[in-house]
């Protein structure tokens, strides 16, 4: 698995590394056949009162690429929106994996009962 973690108008620090990498170990945990992970965080600024932290993410499954981004005040919060996102996409996703490749034996007829 490959991680990029880069900053539009923004200076990545360690522990803000640190941070976006503990996150997506929760991402690991549930889903392990993750080929790439691209983070961006960046700074908006449509107006100067309008200050709006930005982060998204672009990760490569096989077959699948699934892109989520965040929006907030606050960069942290930002992320952890970010993470709560793709959790549940990435959950979706297993799920249809897993009910798709189980498909074919649902569907079966039963061996036992027709003998």
């Known amino acids: 698995m490959n991680l990029t973690i880069s900053g539009h108008h923004l200076e990545l620090t360690p522990a803000i590394r640190d941070y976006v990498e503990n996150k997506l170990e929760r991402i690991i945990r549930h889903f392990d056949h993750v080929i790439d992970i691209a983070?961006?965080?960046?700074?908006?600024?449509?107006?100067?009162?309008?200050k709006r932290q930005r982060a998204e993410v672009n990760l490569r499954l096989r077959g699948n690429v699934i892109h989520v981004e965040s929006f907030a005040e606050d960069l942290y919060a930002a992320i952890d929106?970010?993470?709560?996102?793709?959790?549940?996409?990435?959950?979706?996703?297993?799920?249809?994996?897993?009910?798709h490749q189980h498909e074919t034996f649902k569907r079966m007829p039963d061996v036992s009962a027709s003998a």
């Open 81 to 99: 929106t970010l993470i709560d996102k793709l959790d549940r996409q990435v959950l979706k996703y297993k799920t249809k994996i897993q009910d």
């Open 39 to 50: 983070v961006i965080l960046g700074v908006e600024k449509p107006s100067e009162k309008d």
